[in-house]
C-alpha cells in the first residue's frame, strides 16, 4: 500500500540550547550543510561582529562579510560580493535585518542558509521570507527556508531585554492570526492548511502559557522553539496566513502612518492581538492575553508606546488597507470611527488600565 505523505520544508539542523554556538563549526561540516569549509559568513556590525573573532577559529575557510544594514541594496551588494566565492553556503549571524540580508543574497546566487540569530525579535528567523527595506517603505520576499538554525541561549540571554519581548509578542499573536484564518474559512471558504494551523497556534500557546520569563532558560527555549515553528509553519502553508492576520495588519498601519514612531514588530503586533480578540467577542482570551503580555513588560494599550487614541482609531481604520485580500476580524465587521472608539473603549475597561 503506498505511502501518501507530503514533504515539509524544514531546516535539517535546529540546535536551541546554552552553548549552542560553541558546535557551529561542527553543524556546518555537516556534508548537507558544507563538504569543502568554503562558507560566506555575513554579520552585523554589532552582535555578530563581536562574535566573530569567538567563531573565526572553528571555520578557517570561512570568508566574513560585514553587512551595513537591513536594506534591498545591501542584500543586493551582499549576494554581488559572495558570486565569485564558490562557496557552500551562506551563514547569516546578527539580528533580524541580519539574517533577512543573508538570506535574500543566499537565494539570490542559489546558496544554502544557515541563520544563527543573536536575539528573538520576531519569527523571521526560520521562515521563508525576507522582509527589506526599500525605496517604497518595506518589501517582503519569498526565500528558501534556512538549512539549519543555531541558537544559542547565552548568547540570547545578552541581547538587550526588548527584543525578547518583541519575540514574545510575535509569537503570541499567532492565537489571533489562526483564529482569522478560521473566520475566513467560515465566510469566505478560504482553504485552511491544519498542519500549518496547528503548529502556529501551539507555538502561541506554548509561549502563552508558559509561567517563566524572559530571565529562564526554559522559558527562552520555548520562545526560540515556538518562533522557530512560526517559520516552518509559514513554509507550510506557502504564505504568511498562520502567522499573520489583524494583528499584523495593525503592526503594519503603525509604520506606515507613523514610521518615525513606530515600536518594535512584537509589540505592535502582541497589542493588534489582544485588540483583536476582543474585536471577535473573545472578551475572556483577550484579557489573559493581556495580562500575560503586561507580565512580560508588553504594552497592551497605545497609550504605552506613546499613541493617542485617537492616533490608534486611525491605525485601525487604516490596517485592511495594508493587506489587500485578507480577510480578519476587521475586514469581517468593517468599523466605522465611531464604532471602533466604542469597543476601543470597551476594550480598555475589560483589561484594566
Known amino acids: 500500500m503506498p505511502v501518501l505523505t507530503r514533504l515539509i520544508p524544514s531546516p535539517v539542523v535546529v540546535d536551541i540550547r ?31 561582529a563581536r562574535l566573530r573573532e569567538r567563531i573565526a577559529p572553528s ?8 553587512v551595513g544594514g537591513g536594506t534591498l541594496d545591501d542584500a543586493i551588494r551582499l549576494a554581488g560580493e559572495m558570486k565569485a566565492g ?5 551563514v547569516g549571524l546578527g539580528g533580524g535585518k541580519i539574517i533577512d540580508c543573508a538570506k535574500f543574497a543566499a537565494a539570490r546566487v542559489g546558496l544554502p542558509l544557515v541563520a544563527v540569530p543573536t536575539n528573538l525579535a520576531h519569527d523571521g528567523l526560520c521562515s521563508p521570507v525576507a522582509t527589506l527595506d526599500n525605496d517604497a ?25 526588548r527584543f525578547v519581548r518583541s519575540g514574545i509578542g510575535d509569537a503570541v499573536s499567532n492565537i489571533s492570526a489562526i483564529a482569522d484564518w478560521e473566520l475566513s474559512h467560515r465566510v469566505n471558504g478560504e482553504k485552511i ?6 503548529m502556529a497556534r501551539q507555538a502561541g500557546e506554548a509561549v502563552l502559557r508558559h509561567p517563566g520569563g524572559i530571565g529562564d532558560n526554559a522559558f527562552l527555549q520555548v520562545l526560540a522553539e515556538a518562533l522557530v515553528l512560526s517559520g516552518i509553519a509559514m513554509s507550510v502553508s506557502g504564505d504568511s496566513r498562520p502567522s499573520s492576520g489583524a494583528c499584523h495588519e495593525i503592526n503594519h498601519a503603525f509604520d506606515l502612518l507613523f514610521p518615525k514612531r513606530a515600536a518594535s ?9 489582544a485588540f483583536a480578540m476582543y474585536l471577535r467577542g473573545a472578551h475572556e482570551e483577550s484579557a489573559y492575553m493581556a495580562e500575560v503580555l503586561r507580565r512580560h513588560g508588553l504594552p497592551v ?5 506613546g499613541f493617542t487614541v485617537d492616533e490608534f482609531v486611525r491605525v485601525v481604520e487604516f490596517a485592511p488597507e495594508t493587506r489587500p485580500g485578507r480577510y480578519t476580524i476587521l475586514e469581517h465587521l468593517d468599523l466605522t470611527t465611531e464604532q471602533i472608539k466604542d469597543i476601543y473603549a470597551a476594550y480598555v475597561k475589560a483589561i484594566g488600565s
Open 18 to 48: 546554552p552553548g549552542a554556538l560553541d558546535d557551529l563549526g561542527c553543524v556546518l561540516a555537516d556534508e548537507r550543510i558544507s563538504h569543502s569549509g568554503r562558507l560566506a559568513v555575513a554579520v552585523s556590525s554589532g552582535s555578530g
Open 59 to 66: 571555520l578557517p575557510g570561512a570568508t566574513w562579510y560585514e
Open 265 to 273: 514588530h512584537g509589540e505592535q503586533c502582541g497589542l493588534g492581538a
Open 301 to 305: 494599550l497605545p497609550e504605552e508606546i
Open 193 to 198: 492548511d491544519g498542519l500549518a494551523a496547528a
Open 137 to 161: 517603505g518595506r518589501g517582503s520576499y519569498g526565500v528558501p527556508n534556512p538549512i539549519a538554525v543555531v541558537i544559542d541561549l547565552d548568547v540570547i540571554r545578552e541581547a538587550p531585554a
Open 86 to 90: 564558490h562557496y557552500d553556503a551562506v
